[in-house]
DNA sequence: TCCTAGTTTATAATTATTCTAAAGTAAATA
DNA sequence: TATTTACTTTAGAATAATTATAAACTAGGA
């Protein structure tokens, strides 16, 4: 993804391109793998990466503006921290308790052949499935 | 479950039934259907139930106690919360994200067809469905 | 009954996250 | 281009959930 591109993302989504975001978004969308953080990690790979400096908060904005731009997921993992992954397409994942890691798992992966009905009134959102692994 | 068979719990997995522990086996365990809680919520319900006084702690101490004897279920939800469950057979789980609430879904009415291999070297522990509710 | 290891308790400490309000900046307007 | 304005960033304070601490307490064995 080019910067032009990440500009463009950025403004597509209401979001100024400001020098932090333009940042941030280079690293999380400019790879191939997809990528699941922290904002923990991700503050520790910015500090390594980039001279630049970036206030804590700035992280938790501009990760929190992403997600609700859609560009990144919130996972589910039981724990104190708040996991993102930058593939939002819908998907599962493995989950390493050992190493705290996720893997993620392409959604044609895994079928299901029986799945209940929504309680009442309720409607189904979506379907994440989470293998637990050890060693 | 009566308060004898709750002594053998705590005995057997070896905790001494102390006071705190035992009114709380009891007010989690003598029931019929399963029970979701945080240790919040767990607190204000014993508030109301019993005249003891219980120290938070405590009842963080206690819920960790009987979750490591295998005794309650930890819950993989997003979000700031730990969510326990006194549900510890295989299951799934409805999340209403409205309500903030867990539903259980028994093992049976979830079949998945297809599902990955382990990575290099690891294992499959167990595999948790969780379906998202809307409204 | 006495002793001891395990338990409870109040409080402090820690950790992740959010809030605040002042200073800075992108971009619209004149 | 200069000015304005609303949006952003920032450092630090505040909050919330949880864990640690260390003193007081208690169950159960000697």
Redesign the interface.
């Known amino acids: 993804m080019k910067k032009i591109d990440i500009f463009k993302k950025l403004r597509s989504s209401g979001l100024r391109p400001t020098k932090q975001r333009v940042e941030i978004a280079k690293f999380l969308f400019e790879r191939d793998k997809t990528f699941h953080f922290t904002v923990e990690s991700l503050n520790k790979l910015l500090e390594k990466k980039t001279t630049f400096k970036f206030a804590l908060a700035t992280i938790y904005n501009t990760v929190h503006a992403f997600k609700n731009a859609g560009h990144l997921n919130?996972?589910?993992?039981?724990g104190?921290k708040?996991y993102f992954d930058t593939n939002i397409i819908n998907h599962h994942h493995?989950y390493?308790?050992e190493t705290s890691e996720l893997?993620d798992?392409d959604a044609k992966?895994?079928?299901?052949?029986?799945?209940?009905k929504?309680?009442n009134?309720?409607?189904?959102?979506?379907?994440?499935?989470?293998?637990?692994?050890?060693?």
Not at 74 to 78: C, F, G, I, L, S
Not at 121 to 135: A, C, D, H, Q, R
């Open positions: 919130e996972v589910d993992v039981r104190k708040t493995f390493d308790n893997i798992i992966e895994i079928v299901i052949q029986k799945i209940p929504a309680p009134g309720k409607k189904i959102k979506n379907v994440e499935v989470f293998i637990n692994l050890k060693n």
